[in-house]
């Protein structure tokens, strides 16, 4: 230790004053984004840095952003475009963008927004503290420049970030990242070109941070890839995934064990196997299918047809009776007609989704669809995806009133005392929000039975046998 860091470490109080910052995160996208800022908040926090709740009370404010769709995309230059006026009231406060937007704009933000201070890639987040070092002293310089650190990490032995979260709103859950980026070619998808190419983490990485949440009362942990069925497979030697699920199982004590999202084309007997012996892994999947018509399906490059995606589910469902599934859909991607669109509902009726995510197709940056026009009138995407998402509410009130009567393992999430009639918040193993009566404690694993099935939620009471 040096004689800094024993200075520091003594008069530590002394040091938050110096460096002290109150920090703003907005985060967008998906819980690869959310589990990023996690790590960028523990990181802060680390430093002395505290959290506010309102980006106008905030010295650092970050926007970690997701460009998968236009719209999303857009959302951040509104953002951006509000705190302009905060940068003109305040000119200190340090304005930072990171996340997928950083990485597919780079420097092309400041064309727009000469004021951010700060740009960077998914990457580079464990220099977080170092940039915002950077950006401080760089305002001493007359001619004050963006501290900017995009583009891929391509080292094989890519160094994930290992620090735990703080805790969240569900002490009992977290997620654990197991790769980074992703290898497919999904015709209409910007993730490859803003996370870069598919990095496995080491297994042993992944026990021991489990582990480390266990110890903190985790029961449930979600493992976080864009495609985890494909872990290891490009690492000669490391366990698959299959593997890493039963090592998990074998080396913690974790007691729920689930994961997202799994490609259909890298669904294999040894994990579907996994389904039926190992004691943790909970019965359900999220499996996209994007479209139900084969047509579209090979233009998306999505590598299997509607039928293989309808065999796969049917062979889960025969080995694992209570699976649940839920799926991505697409609405108008190019070319699309009247009956691409009618197998994709054909295909809903078919597998019966407890949820689904519906998208109107966007043309992103570097992908290839968008190169094919977007020939797809506004009105019949708009009326498509309405078409979906009715679909969707009433086959899962039809799955809903399935559930009346039974009884589910429910793990304590939230508890709202206010709430009188359903205090306690949990999930079913298939992933199902049930409000339910009781008396337990957040992170005890209770019975519910099920007593009330609205469309798009469900009310239980704690069984007492
Ligand atoms: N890795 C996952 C997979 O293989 O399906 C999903 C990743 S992506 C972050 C989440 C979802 O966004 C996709 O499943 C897809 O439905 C949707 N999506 C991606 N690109 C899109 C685009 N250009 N337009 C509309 N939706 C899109
Ligand atoms: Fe995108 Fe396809 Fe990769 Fe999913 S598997 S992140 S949809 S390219
Ligand atoms: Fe969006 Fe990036 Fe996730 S584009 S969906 S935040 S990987």
């Known amino acids: ?4 860091h024993v200075l520091r470490s003594r008069f530590s109080f002394f040091w938050l004053r110096a460096d002290y ?38 010295d ?15 959302k951040i230059f509104s953002e951006l475009g509000r705190v302009r006026l905060l940068k003109a009231d305040n000119p200190s406060v340090i304005i930072g963008v990171a996340g997928c937007v950083a990485e597919q704009e780079k420097e092309r933000l400041l064309v727009r927004f000469p004021f951010i201070d700060l740009i960077f890639g998914p990457d580079h ?51 654990v990242t197991i790769q980074k ?7 209409f998808c910007i993730v ?6 598919e990095v496995s983490r080491p297994h042993q990485a992944i026990i021991d941070e489990i582990n480390a949440l266990v110890e903190r009362g985790v029961k449930e942990v979600t493992l976080l890839g864009q495609n985890v069925n494909s872990y290891g497979l490009k690492n000669p030697g490391s366990v698959s995934f299959a593997g890493l699920l039963e090592l998990i199982a074998q080396k913690t004590k974790l007691k729920r064990l689930r994961f997202t999202t799994s490609h259909p084309k890298d669904v294999k007997d040894d994990l579907i196997d996994q389904y039926v012996v190992n004691p943790i892994l909970l019965p359900q999947m999220h499996l996209p299918v994007q479209s139900g018509s084969d047509r579209i399906l090979k233009l998306m490059r999505r590598q299997y047809t509607a039928g293989d995606y309808r065999s796969l589910v049917e062979n889960l469902r025969r080995k694992v009776p209570h699976i649940s599934f839920s799926t991505d859909l697409i609405v108008g991607f190019p070319t699309e007609t009247d009956d691409d669109y009618a197998a994709t509902l054909r295909l809903m009726d ?16 570097y992908t290839r669809a968008a190169e094919l026009e977007d020939d797809v009138p506004q009105e019949v ?21 399935a559930m009346l009567g039974r009884i589910y393992d429910v793990l304590v999430e939230k508890i709202d005392k206010e709430n009188e009639g359903h205090p306690f918040t949990g999930r079913t193993p298939s992933n199902r929000i049930v409000h339910f009566a009781g008396a337990c404690q957040a992170g005890d694993i209770v019975s519910v039975k099920i007593v009330k099935a609205n469309p798009h939620s469900l009310f239980g009471e704690q069984n007492a046998a």
């Open 125 to 175: 987040i464990r220099h977080l503290v170092n940039l915002i070092e950077a950006v401080k002293n760089n305002r001493s310089c007359k001619d004050k420049q963006v501290v900017q650190k995009t583009g891929f990490d391509l080292r094989k032995d890519f160094e994930f970030l290992n620090v735990l979260p703080a805790e969240n709103e569900s002490p009992a859950k977290a997620f």
């Open 350 to 365: 078919a597998v019966r989704f407890d949820q689904t995510f519906s998208f109107v197709y966007s043309p992103r940056p």
């Open 21 to 58: 910052m109150k920090v703003y995160i907005k985060t967008f996208g998906c819980q690869m984004n959310e589990q990023d800022s996690a790590q960028m908040f523990a990181l802060l926090d680390g430093q002395g840095y505290e959290r506010v709740d309102e980006a106008c009370l905030a």
């Open 181 to 187: 980026g992703c290898d497919n070619i999904c015709s």
């Open 60 to 74: 650092l404010i970050l926007f970690n952003t997701c460009s998968v769709r236009e719209k999303a995309a857009q």
């Open 381 to 401: 995407k708009a009326l498509r995806l309405k078409q979906l998402l009715e679909r969707d509410t009433q086959i899962t009130r039809e799955n809903n009133q």
């Open 192 to 197: 490859p070109f803003v996370r870069g190419r």
């Open 1 to 4: 230790m040096t004689f800094v």
